[in-house]
């Protein structure tokens, strides 16, 4: 089957996922700056949930350019992964609006290490349809930053019982070592492209 539905579709939903987001970034009551207080925390969670969806978006259109074709499977894969992201504005609020207290930043942990594992198996399933010997596989290889990024989403639900904010500081971290581009599957086309 033809990738271009399964891509734009897609892309509607995350950006209805990031338009759901911003609208729970209400305006405050009053004119000084001592009104904005009270959102900044709801800011802050808005700020880094963006960012894994702007990280998961650019990966999943990353990844799309060096795959032909798509087929049930994969169509079932990236739903999967497109629910787990869905999750995300609601767990953003709540964590905003309560101040990173630990069951709303556990539940936020939770979304992001799911979106973690769909996307993983949205990868595999790519693989498995593309064949071993697809630029993907090549250029996925065994994943590393996927793989640390699920065990440190663990650590950080785990700590969330001791400290809330130890998570979400842990969650930033992995936000930063995927916002620093991944160039794997760039390089990968880049080589096929000049072995022509």
């Known amino acids: 089957m033809d990738k271009g539905r399964l891509e734009a579709f897609s892309d509607g939903v995350i950006a209805i996922i990031i338009t759901i987001m911003v609208l729970e970034l209400k305006v405050p009551h009053g004119d000084s700056l001592q009104a904005l207080k009270p959102l900044i925390p709801v800011f802050i969670s808005y700020v880094l949930s963006f960012v894994y969806i702007g990280i998961y978006w650019n990966n999943h259109h990353h990844m799309f350019q060096v795959v032909k074709s798509v087929n049930g499977f994969v169509l079932w894969a990236n739903l999967h992964l497109l629910f787990w992201m869905s999750l995300v504005p609601f ?106």
């Open 91 to 196: 767990v953003t609020a709540w964590m905003g609006e309560n101040n990173f207290t630990k069951w709303p930043t556990i539940f936020y942990g939770i979304s992001l290490i799911m979106c973690g594992v769909a996307y993983r198996i949205l990868v595999i399933s790519l693989i498995r349809h593309e064949g071993e010997n697809s630029l993907l596989a090549e250029a996925v290889g065994n994943d590393f930053k996927g793989r640390i990024s699920v065990v440190i989403y663990a650590i950080a639900i785990a700590l969330a019982w001791v400290n809330p904010c130890i998570s979400f500081v842990l969650y930033g971290v992995v936000a930063c070592v995927w916002f620093i581009p991944d160039r794997r599957i760039e390089k990968k086309v880049i080589e096929d492209e000049n072995n022509r």
